[in-house]
């Protein structure tokens, strides 16, 4: 298959986990004969350096143009003067806004060798296997904003087509899984949350009858997401508290380097972007954990291209590599950005290589069951 791919590499440690997605692109295409065309392009602090704009009109019609986007991070402290009129982060939320991209997928499932590392007990950890939905083109993010000398405002809006278009997404995504949808919303006290849950309790009765729903509070969620996160399947939640609740869920996983996640709408090109930001305390360094970009590739191969076995394969060279302690030093492992990203690559030719006469890496588990891992 032929793939048109545009890269916006961004700001701090993105430039640096981007060129291993590049080059693991690259390394796919040679093993597998698809043809991923790439076209970089400026976003954030870059593109507000370059041309004053934090997303240029030339990347987004390059956006349109694509197949897929894949994102670095944008920001840091160069662009965090607080009387700037641009801001880095601004870029990628027109970029969501522009393209549609009003649900968010970020999955978590803790690799076994990595258990022993989170600061979460094991026993808590074991079986965790949740995807958070974040709604990604509304609230707080996207309402009307006032800033005065001594008065600011953020309106938080949600109509009833934007819950349910994200909301289907979900409870469709919880079929395809375990069947348990957990809406997080604030209903005691936000007029939106009330607006969420009515909506999301008709259309769950309505549309999917064989879903479990479970509604529970912001504040309880984030205590409920560390102690019992095994319990969780899909996680359905507004613009500001999936920001939120996935960092706190990058713990369960380990890292932040960990988790990616996949931006899409109804049509049209897919986001794939790690969870994490610029990382300006780690940038230039080679220490960034590359794997969550490149868990964004295997994102995108699997929800833009169609390329499922082969988004498979990328797991699984990751979760080898975890379970070989071939990592980064937010896992506890040696090696720098290039080496882990290299070794990725090392290993998904192996596997493609061992391949050839049989037919099994898409069948596998993502996971080895066997984690030869320990703790540094
Ligand atoms: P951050 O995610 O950049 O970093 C938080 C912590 O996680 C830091 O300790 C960092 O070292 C660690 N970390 C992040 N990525 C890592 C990786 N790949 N490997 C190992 N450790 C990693 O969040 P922050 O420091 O709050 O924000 C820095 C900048 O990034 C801000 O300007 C923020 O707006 C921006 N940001 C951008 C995005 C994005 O582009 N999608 C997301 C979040 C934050
Ligand atoms: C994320 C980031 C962004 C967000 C920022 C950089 C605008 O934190 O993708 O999680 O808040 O959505
Ligand atoms: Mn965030």
């Known amino acids: 298959m032929q793939a048109t791919i545009t890269l916006l590499p961004g700001d701090g440690i993105g430039p640096e986990v981007m060129a291993q997605a590049e080059q693991l692109l690259t390394e796919l295409g ?21 041309v004053g704009q934090a997303l ?15 994102l670095g991070a944008v920001g840091g402290p160069k662009w965090d003067d607080p009387e700037a ?49 974040r709604e990604l083109t509304g609230g707080l993010y996207f309402g009307r904003k006032l800033a005065l000398a ?9 109509s009833r087509e934007e819950i349910e278009r994200v909301v289907r997404r979900a409870a469709a995504l919880a079929r395809t899984r375990r069947r348990r949808l957990t809406l997080v919303d ?10 969420w849950r009515r909506v999301t309790k008709e259309l769950v009765q309505r549309e999917f009858p064989d ?12 205590m409920h997401l560390l102690s019992r996160p095994a319990e969780f399947d899909v996680i359905v939640t507004e613009n500001l508290f999936g920001d939120i609740l996935t960092d706190e869920a990058a713990m369960l996983a380990g890292s932040m380097g960990l988790l990616p996640s996949a931006s899409l709408g109804n049509s049209g090109p897919g986001l794939y972007e790690p969870i994490h930001g610029s990382a300006p305390d780690l940038a230039g360094q080679d220490k960034a954990n590359p794997f969550a970009m490149l868990l964004s590739v ?58 050839q006469d049989r037919k099994p890496a898409a069948s596998k588990e993502t996971h080895a069951t066997t984690p030869v891992y320990s703790v540094a």
């Open 30 to 50: 040679a093993l597998t004969g698809h043809s991923f065309q790439t076209h970089r392009r400026l976003i954030g602090g870059a593109a507000i350096d370059a």
């Open 56 to 70: 240029p009109g030339n990347t987004l019609a390059a956006c349109r143009q694509s197949d897929a986007v894949l």
């Open 85 to 133: 009129s641009i801001r880095p982060e601004q870029g990628l939320l027109q970029l969501r806004e522009q393209l549609g991209l009003f649900a968010n997928l970020r999955p978590v499932k803790p690799h076994p060798a990595m258990i022993h590392a989170s600061p979460i007990r094991p026993e808590r950890l074991a079986g965790v296997d949740l995807v958070v939905v």
């Open 150 to 158: 001594d008065m600011a405002e953020d309106v938080c809006r949600y």
């Open 186 to 195: 604030k209903a005691n006290v936000l007029a939106t949350s009330r607006l």
């Open 211 to 222: 879903i479990a729903l479970e509604i529970l509070l912001v504040d309880a969620a984030a």
């Open 298 to 355: 295997a994102m995108m191969l699997e929800h833009s291209l169609g390329l499922v076995e082969e988004a498979r394969l990328v797991e699984r060279a990751v979760s080898d590599c975890i379970a070989a302690s071939e990592t980064t030093a937010d896992l506890g492992g040696r090696l720098g950005t290039v080496e882990a990203a290299a070794a990725v690559r090392s290993r998904l030719r192996s596997a493609t290589v061992g391949s």
